[in-house]
């Protein structure tokens, strides 16, 4: 179930209801007065809960313990003994508008005070003029909250942290000692999609984002909670300015990201990992403790920990200057000779 200090809950609802709302169509229709309380991925699901899959799901999709699920015409042989089915040409897309039925973001403000009476502040907390703090909010002793900025309902920071003005919080728990420059913004929806006959919609974001101790986030940088895992951010870490990290990351501690990195979803980073500026991490990929990926560099694959990897695609650093090198030597050759000069400088 997701976090009840940031989202309200609005099950349980038939599945009966769920097939009309989504144009699905139960497999059995004795299933049709059975009820489910939450929208999770298969391998969150429980007996309360409603999931997707497709043909390349199949295997979690025979161990999961969902409920009920949509699935595709090809995939409904997989189901497991006990789920209900609820078949559709587009389960994700079903999922999605399942989830957002039953789950909603709380709303920021219910009220007209800039402190909600139900937020809960300790001493020495300083507010800054237009800054609001959302109901069930906690904020510790010597914490600085910047103007305009915004804490969303249910948000935690911890103590003697440092919020810069015009920045937004929500759906977040926010460690000790974390100083987050002007502008960024924290635990926004990360960026799930789904293809439906309509186009394309967005999936819910039913996760958090969880910033540990002594982090630090440059302006304008973008932490997106998870799509129903946690965004991770690890003690001591240190963000730049406009880096992106994107849902469901796990970060590890005392890393460095210098500015204009951009981290997909889903990505792993072990601790003490530096990336250069502008380097860009495809979704999924695990990087080792240690590692070092260079400016510019396009990390496609997982990264051994303790090696340093640049280019685009990124390979290992020593590789990738001998591949540019030869490849400046081969382009000079073919011109006779007559280039800049600049390939012998590869």
Known sequence: MPDSRFFESFGPISL????????????????????????????????????????????????????????????????????????????????ARVAAALHHPKPIARHRHAIDPDALLEAAVEVGEGAIIGPGAEIGRGTVIGPYSVIGP?????????IGAHVSIGFAMIG????????????????????SRE?????????????????????????DRGAWEDTVIGEGSKLDNLVH?????????NCLLAAYTGISGSVIVGDNVSFGGRAGIADHVTIGDG??????????????????????????????????AWVARMAHARSGGKGTGDEDQA
């Not at 999961?64 to 497991?80: H, L, M, N």
């Open 16 to 95: 009966g209801r769920l097939a009309e709302l989504t144009s699905a169509t139960l497999a059995d229709a004795v299933n049709a007065q059975v009820h489910v309380d939450t929208a999770a991925p298969l391998d969150r699901a429980d007996r309360n809960a409603i999931s997707f899959a497709t043909r390349q799901y199949g295997a979690e999709l025979a161990a999961s313990q969902a409920r009920a699920c949509f699935v595709d015409q090809r995939t409904v042989a997989k189901a497991p003994a006990g789920c209900a089915v609820l078949i559709t040409d587009f389960p994700q897309a079903a999922y």
């Open 154 to 162: 249910g948000v935690t920071i911890g103590r003697n942290c440092q």
């Open 176 to 195: 000790d000692h974390v100083r987050i420059l002007s502008g960024a913004r924290i635990g926004e929806a990360g960026f799930g999609v789904a293809a």
């Open 199 to 223: 186009g394309p919609i967005d999936v819910p974001q039913l996760g958090r984002a969880i910033i540990q101790d002594k982090v630090t986030i440059g302006a304008n940088a973008c932490v």
């Open 245 to 253: 990290v994107g849902h469901n990351v796990r970060l590890g501690r």
């Open 291 to 324: 590692a070092s990926i260079a400016a510019a560099a396009g990390v496609m694959k997982d990264v051994p920990a303790g090696e340093v990897w640049g280019g685009s695609p990124a390979r290992p650093l020593r590789r990738w200057m001998r591949e540019t």
